[in-house]
């Protein structure tokens, strides 16, 4: 069963008459846009009822979605020390992950001097390549 997957409109739409339900449900089963969008989204009309569903989108494969989600979760957040301390280090995550691509990008940009040894084959050779050009004594 093929299900089709609601546009920016009509998650904007679920904003407005509060359809929570909806938009867990899309941010558990849509496709990495969808559940991005949702999980933006329930940040504006979530309840405390959507935290579940938003700590098993912190572990989602697409980066954007679980940032996504744990910026709603930090948005969402009660009194509760749990919730405090996975926002706490999935945001120590994201800075370390930044951080990283931040040294990888530094790491490209760097030029390198590559210095071309000469073999001492290749040298000795071209020496007796010049003692054979000169005429015997």
Avoid: C
Wanted: hydrophobic content about 35%.
């Amino acid at each position: 069963m093929k299900l089709s997957q609601p546009s920016e409109k009509v998650i904007s739409y679920w904003v407005g008459t509060n359809s929570v339900n909806k938009l867990e449900y899309a941010l558990t089963h849509g496709n990495y846009k969808t559940r991005q969008l949702a999980a933006e989204a329930l940040e504006f009309v979530g309840r405390p009822s959507s935290i579940p569903v938003l700590l098993i989108a912190i572990d989602d494969k697409i980066k954007n979605v679980s940032i996504a989600a744990l910026n709603t979760l930090e948005h969402l957040q009660d009194s509760d020390e749990l919730i405090k301390s996975i926002v706490r280090k999935r945001f120590d995550w994201l800075k370390r992950l930044r951080e990283k691509e931040e040294k990888q990008k530094n790491k490209r940009a760097k030029k390198h001097n590559i210095y071309r040894w000469e073999r001492a084959s290749k040298k000795s050779f071209e020496m007796v390549k010049e003692r054979l050009k000169r005429p015997i004594r």
